[in-house]
């Protein structure tokens, strides 16, 4: 599953000058979905990101898992896409780098 970024790595959309960096994804099926960009990697197997779901209605922040989403960046003819990291190793190490990188401020729940 392929999805598209606006511009991602030049116009992440900022609420305050200090706020969170959300982007905006468009998915396959052309919906809409914004995430919280928390820490992005760059490793010799390539670009990653790893992004939070941002809820409009407090009933939705409720119901989710607060799962991290990490997926690979990759370009095509000057566009950004971003998708799902298809190898189980690579998807492991890469997960358990941002948990280090984001141990500080979240916390991780180890079960699958």
Do not use: C, W
């Not at 969170?20 to 820490?39: A, C, I, K, R, Y």
């Not at 760059?42 to 009933?59: H, R, S």
């Not at 409720?62 to 990759?74: A, Y």
């Amino acid at each position: 599953m392929k999805t598209m970024t606006d511009n991602f790595e030049n116009k992440a959309n900022i609420n305050e000058e200090y706020g969170p960096d959300l982007v905006s994804v468009v998915d396959e099926d052309g919906v809409e979905h914004t995430f919280e960009e928390l820490d992005r990697i760059e490793t010799d197997e390539g670009k990653f990101i790893a992004l939070l779901p941002v809820y409009d209605e407090a009933e939705e922040i409720l119901d989710s898992d607060g799962e991290l989403i990490i997926l690979q960046v990759k370009e095509e003819d000057g566009e950004l896409y971003l998708e799902p990291i298809e190898d189980d190793k690579l998807f492991d190490k890469i997960g358990n780098l941002f948990e280090e990188r984001l141990a500080d401020i979240f916390e991780f729940d180890d079960e699958e």
